[in-house]
């Protein structure tokens, strides 16, 4: 019975037609494979970006501008260098900055330029990537109010995506009181024999986006750094023209010296230059310690005015008067140097350069006060930070605030796109081997089974 039962139903599977099989089916089969594998990784790629932005998220969303019953905005007493891993303005706005602050620790081989700010409410750090590298609170201004970061043409708003929202005819040297206007100089140019000159120094309106005012300086160089002050009306500008300082009125689009102050070895002593009352400022001259001392001129006569002297820190390797509580009480940052002093002469040249002393290991925000002993200091920069401008509304108001926890903002675009990179060439590597691993076991178990 077997045996016939064998034959026919050999009898019947010799009638039956060969099933079509196509000739690439393995291939189709292997791609199908494949496919599904890499739509998995990039699913669960997908899945892991999801939840670590989740995650991290709370980290840097943080209001620009607090309401009411939010923090107070102050300067703080102590700033950090931020991670390269740090946002820049433009990834992430910081909102209205209390200070703007560099050197060797926020540099490197990648981020030649890069200087950092630090919000007015909060401590939101945030960096801007630039080349060259301009020095903050030289090259690199920030506004009294603290919305905006004039570095070299460039305008840049700190409130909204950080985005230049200007550009200058020349390289900015100071902002107007209100933050409406800033100063800048034309280009240097060289001429015979061997002599930098900058024709123009002009006022340009931020609202109008045009020059307003210009002052024809002649075959003069208006070196970079705080050359120009102006006054707290905003209708004066204070000028350092090599060993002079202009006091020019700013009536009409060409402003004219009324007052040349002779300054020799000295120089204008910053953008808060100005008295609160407008009939004096400051100039800061060479001391007998190495350092400089402020003394005060009429702006009227350019005679020395006789009041108790400032309590400046000996030995300073700059000073630069930012704001004034009062008639009596000065907010200025002073430069410092580890290693020996030498004399302010050598330091800086009024004609030749540099700007800014080459000494300068360390920036004192300090508040000076008529009769006081000695300085008080509110701020001092970290290890590697030797360049520093503060929000000049803050200091007039003397706004100080203990720092709080930092925060750094969403990783730099660079570390965005290299963590995404890495972390789905991870992912797809895991669920590649995964798979490889489980198909391996089905080819053990199937071969077993052909054993048995």
């Not at 350092?240 to 102050?261: A, F, H, N, S």
């Not at 660079?414 to 995964?434: D, H, R």
Request: charged share 20%; glycine share 10%.
């Amino acid at each position: 019975m077997n045996e016939w039962l064998t034959r026919g139903l050999h009898a019947i599977a010799d009638r039956v037609p060969p099933a079509a099989v196509p000739e690439d089916l393995f291939n189709q089969a292997r791609s199908r494979h494949r496919r599904r594998t890499v739509r998995g990784g990039i699913a669960l790629t997908g899945v892991l970006l999801v939840i670590a932005v989740s995650l991290v998220r709370p980290i840097w969303q943080q209001p620009s501008v607090f309401g009411a019953g939010g923090p107070q905005a102050g300067i703080p007493t102590e700033v950090v260098v931020p991670p390269h891993w740090c946002a820049t303005v433009g990834q992430s706005s910081p909102g209205p900055a209390a200070a703007i602050f560099g050197g060797e620790a926020t540099r490197d081989d990648w981020f030649e330029g890069r200087f950092a700010a630090v919000s007015a409410t909060g401590d939101r750090y945030r960096v801007i990537d630039e080349m060259p590298y301009r020095p903050p609170g030289f090259e690199a201004l920030l506004s009294p109010d603290g919305r905006y970061v004039a570095h070299g043409r460039a305008v840049t708003a700190l409130t909204k995506d950080g985005k230049d929202i200007s550009y200058l005819p020349g390289d900015v040297i100071a902002f107007s009181p209100r933050s409406d206007r800033l100063v800048f100089a034309t280009e240097a140019e060289l001429t015979h024999p061997n002599t930098y000159t900058t024709p123009i120094v002009g006022i340009y309106d931020l609202a109008s986006r045009s020059t307003v005012t210009q002052v024809d300086v002649g075959s003069a160089w208006i070196s970079p750094g705080w050359t120009a002050a102006m006054s707290a009306d905003g209708r004066r500008l204070a000028l350092q023209v090599r060993d002079e300082i202009w006091i020019t009125r700013l009536e009409g689009t060409v402003g004219t010296p009324y007052l040349k102050i002779r300054v020799p070895g000295g120089r204008l002593a910053g953008p808060g230059s100005w008295l609160p009352d407008g009939r004096s400022l400051m100039v800061a001259e060479p001391a007998s310690d190495g350092g400089w001392r402020l003394s005060e001129r009429d702006t009227q006569t350019g005679e020395p005015v006789e009041r108790p002297a400032l309590p400046v820190p000996p030995a300073a390797t700059f000073l630069r008067v930012i704001a004034w509580h009062s008639a009596d009480s000065a907010v200025v940052l002073a430069g410092f140097s580890h290693g020996d002093v030498k004399p302010a002469s050598d330091n800086y040249d009024v004609s030749l350069g540099p700007f800014r002393s080459s000494t300068t290991d360390q920036v004192r925000l300090v508040v000076l006060t008529r009769g006081a002993a000695s300085a008080r200091t509110v701020l001092e920069t970290p290890e590697g930070v030797d360049d520093l401008d503060v929000a000049a509304d803050l200091a007039t108001a003397e706004a100080f605030r203990s720092p709080g926890e930092p925060t750094f903002g969403p990783p730099h675009t660079l570390y965005l796109i290299g963590g995404s990179l890495i972390l789905a060439a991870v992912t797809i590597a895991i669920f590649v081997a995964v798979r490889a691993v489980r198909n391996r076991g089905r080819r053990k178990a199937a071969a077993a089974s052909n054993r048995g």
